[in-house]
């Protein structure tokens, strides 16, 4: 049976109060913020605008609790969702500039990936091309002159120089006669 009340019979949730700058977690270790009445005072939400702002708060030694605001079904399975992290007001102009920082050394970082990739390319392109010039000395190979078309523009497709060499290999030899199926 299912117990039902008047609002006079209720009163409004009072989150529990942050206590020497520590965020109070529920015994998974999160917070839960179904509502905004349910952030403790003191406290403030960074959701996940700020991505992988937990990790910066674990390095600063600050302490944090994740935002679980809901419940999704996968698979069968009930999961909490969680949206960002809640901590201290003390500690969110420190959280940001911090995540700032981050954003920017993550940001000069893909650069410099990007340009070591570019010069790994480069240096095997410029390495394939010195194999292929050294190939051609040592085994006396030459390019044939490339064919034009009436357009004037360079062909693109090759003819075969030689019909019997050429793909595919599994044709019969002109001379074999071929039998039908009344012959046989």
Same mark, same amino acid.
């Given at each position: 049976?299912?117990?039902?009340?008047?609002?006079?019979?209720?009163? *409004? %949730?009072? /989150?529990?109060? @942050?206590?020497?700058? =520590?965020?109070?977690?529920?015994?998974?270790?999160?917070?839960?913020?179904?509502?905004?009445?349910?952030?403790?005072?003191?406290?403030?939400?960074?959701?996940?605008?700020?991505?992988?702002?937990?990790?910066?708060?674990?390095?600063?030694?600050? *302490? %944090?609790? /994740?935002?679980? @605001?809901?419940?999704? =079904?996968?698979?069968?399975?009930?999961?909490?969702?969680?949206?960002?992290?809640?901590?201290?007001?003390?500690?969110?102009?420190?959280?940001?500039?911090?995540?700032?920082?981050?954003?920017?050394?993550?940001?000069?970082?893909?650069?410099?990936?990007?340009?070591?990739?570019?010069?790994?390319?480069?240096?095997?392109?410029?390495?394939?091309?010195?194999?292929?010039?050294?190939?051609?000395?040592?085994?006396?190979?030459?390019?044939?002159?490339?064919?034009?078309?009436?357009?004037?523009?360079?062909?693109?497709?090759?003819?075969?120089?030689?019909?019997?060499?050429?793909?595919?290999?599994?044709?019969?030899?002109?001379?074999?006669?071929?039998?039908?199926?009344?012959?046989?």
């Amino acid at each position: 049976m299912l117990e039902t009340f008047g609002f006079w019979q209720t009163e *409004d %949730y009072v /989150p529990p109060p @942050v206590v020497d700058g =520590i965020v109070p977690k529920n015994q998974w270790g999160n917070l839960e913020l179904y509502e905004p009445i349910m952030l403790p005072l003191g406290t403030v939400h960074l959701n996940n605008e700020f991505e992988s702002i937990g990790k910066i708060a674990k390095k600063l030694k600050i *302490d %944090y609790a /994740p935002a679980m @605001v809901g419940w999704d =079904i996968h698979h069968g399975w009930n999961h909490p969702m969680i949206d960002g992290i809640i901590v201290c007001e003390e500690y969110k102009d420190t959280l940001i500039a911090a995540w700032d920082e981050e954003q920017i050394m993550m940001e000069e970082k893909q650069i410099a990936d990007r340009e070591r990739r570019a010069l790994t390319n480069w240096k095997m392109m410029v390495k394939g091309l010195f194999l292929r010039q050294r190939l051609k000395k040592v085994f006396d190979l030459q390019e044939p002159p490339a064919k034009i078309n009436k357009t004037g523009a360079e062909s693109s497709q090759e003819t075969a120089t030689d019909v019997q060499m050429s793909w595919p290999r599994n044709r019969q030899p002109e001379n074999q006669t071929k039998f039908t199926v009344e012959e046989i």
